[in-house]
Structure formats: C-alpha cells, structure tokens
C-alpha cells in the first residue's frame, strides 16, 4: 500500500517533539498528504483503540490518548505501513532499537509518542476517522 495513518501522541506532543518527529518521518522519504491538530475525546480515543477493549491497560490507554493535544497525520510512500512500522520501532521504547522515534522519545510502553496502522485496511479506517476528502491533498 502507499498510505499509512499515524498520531503524535499526548505524551510527545506536550513535551515539543512534533516538529522533530515531522522532520524525521519526511527525512525517511514520506511525503505528508494531510494533517490536523486535535484532541480526542475519551470517547473517541475508545473507538480508536476498541480492538484493545479487554486488554487490561485499556481504560488507563483512552485516559492517556484523551489527556492532551495529538497531532494526527496520513503518510505517503511505496510499502508505508511496514516502512512506518520500522521507523517507529517496537510498542516498548525498552526494546525499540536505536534511532527509531519511540526509542528516541517514548516514555514508555503507554506514553510510546507515536501510532502506526498496522495494516493497509486499517490505514484506510484510521485516515477515514480523522480527515474528510477536502483535508487531504
Ligand atoms: P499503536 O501504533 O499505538 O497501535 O501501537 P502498537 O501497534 O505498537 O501497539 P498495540 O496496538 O499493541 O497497543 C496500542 C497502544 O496501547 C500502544 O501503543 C500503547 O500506547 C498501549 N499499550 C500497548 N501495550 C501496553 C501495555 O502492556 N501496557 C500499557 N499500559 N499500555 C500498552
Ligand atoms: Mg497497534
């Protein structure tokens, strides 16, 4: 697929990353076709995440997604959700490798910065939950 979705997390976005983190996702050869400051409300971030329902960190997860500012982006490159993927690095930043976004600014395997689709399917749903046609270039 060429597109992925991705959210500057609250955790990031409060600490002043975004501008590196946007410099460092365009220096890895993606091109940005949309993006928006927002929040999302509990209820909204519940939705995002729903596939996590039963996990045992999902009301402390919606709590964290809903706390602050995201900075939501879709992304475009040939193989962008497996490319992404490696730029992020793993969901712990304890076991993401060096140079990745988490390992560089993740807090923790909560306040991890950064999402990635993890498939074009839900790249396509997850762009679809933040941007209307006329946001996307
Ligand atoms: P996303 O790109 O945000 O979807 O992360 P991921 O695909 O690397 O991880 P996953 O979809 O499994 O989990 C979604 C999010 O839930 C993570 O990014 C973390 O913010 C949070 N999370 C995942 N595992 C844990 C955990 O064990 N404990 C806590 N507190 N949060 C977790
Ligand atoms: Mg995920």
Known sequence: GKQTFTMI??????KGYTGAILAKIQEAGFRIVALKLTRLTAEKAAAFYAVHRERPFYQSLVEF??????????LEKDNAVEDFRKL???TDPAKAEEGTIRKLYAESVER?????????????IESDFFFSALERV
């Open 112 to 124: 991890n910065a950064i999402h990635g689709s993890d498939s074009d399917e839900n790249a396509r």
């Open 9 to 14: 997390k609250p955790d990031a976005f409060a």
């Open 88 to 90: 992020i690095g793993a």
């Open 65 to 74: 997604m809903s706390s602050g500012p995201v900075v939501a982006a879709i």
